[in-house]
């Protein structure tokens, strides 16, 4: 018995357009072609083939992976081994779920516990060359002083767009000890109103803000969470980046 294209498109339950697609690519050939008409026809143990192939690809697999194991020349092996990939690829695709539903979690939480939100994403930095100044201060407003000598040490025509500040440590770790920067984008003598050095690439949890200073602790809060949420540590000293009236709030990022 011997069925055209349309009857066995009917019987199978799988539309014309995918049988020629499925002949094309190698995948399901008709079982014979009518010299004549030029009518692709198939027989009736191409149903189970072709219940296999649409098995497998309800399982996630790629038509590339089904064309190695669907025919009469493979194995069982090859089948299993495709099998036991797919699982890995499920049990993967499974803690990834729960891990994005943690992370949904803890941004639903944040509504609920904030009037506003802070989103947070990862970016990379590159080096950036910078004149600094690293000093201890007892409040954080202190550090105002610190910059504006800075400022005025940096000559303008060498200083770029990139200013902020690092801090070292913070009001939890009992003490505070910020370090002023400027991009320098010319070279320009050494000074001992400032340090010349390299800040180096890094990849950041970055958030942004007013500069009020409520805003700036709800943004530092919100990292805070971030980091933890997402299994990270802190890899260098917290970065806030100036711009204009908003600031940019940088964790460096190292896997916990």
């Not at 506003?116 to 990379?124: A, L, Q």
């Not at 504006?148 to 000559?155: E, G, M, S, T, Y």
């Amino acid at each position: 018995m011997r069925y055209r294209i349309g009857e066995f498109a009917e019987l199978s339950g799988v539309s014309v357009k995918t049988l020629r697609f499925y002949d094309q690519i190698g995948l399901l050939r008709p079982a014979a072609v009518d010299p004549r008409t030029r009518y692709r026809l198939y027989v009736p143990r191409q149903l189970q083939e072709l219940a296999s192939i649409r098995a497998l690809q309800e399982l996630g697999a790629s038509l590339q992976d089904i064309r190695s194991v669907v025919g009469s020349d493979t194995s069982l092996a090859e089948r299993r081994r495709l099998l036991e990939r797919l699982k890995v690829d499920a049990e993967l695709s499974m803690v990834a779920a729960r891990r994005s539903l943690a992370w949904i979690d803890g941004a639903l939480d944040e509504l609920q516990d904030f009037d506003r939100t802070v989103s947070v994403v990862v970016k990379s930095r590159p080096a950036v060359r910078v004149a600094s100044v690293r000093a201890k201060v007892t409040r954080y407003s202190d550090i105002v002083a610190v910059e504006r000598d800075l400022q005025r040490a940096v000559p303008s025509e060498a200083a770029g767009d990139l200013q902020g500040v690092l801090w070292h440590r913070c009001a939890d770790s009992g003490s505070l000890e910020g370090e002023p920067f400027i991009e320098v984008k010319r070279n320009v003598c050494r000074c001992a109103a400032y340090e010349l050095k390299h800040l180096p690439p890094v990849t950041v949890a970055s958030a942004y803000c007013d500069s009020e200073d409520d805003a700036a602790e709800h943004a530092y809060d919100a990292l805070r969470r971030w980091m933890h949420l997402h299994d990270y540590r802190l890899a260098g000293p917290k970065r806030e980046i100036y711009l204009g009236r908003m600031l940019e709030i940088q964790f460096p990022l190292q896997s916990a």
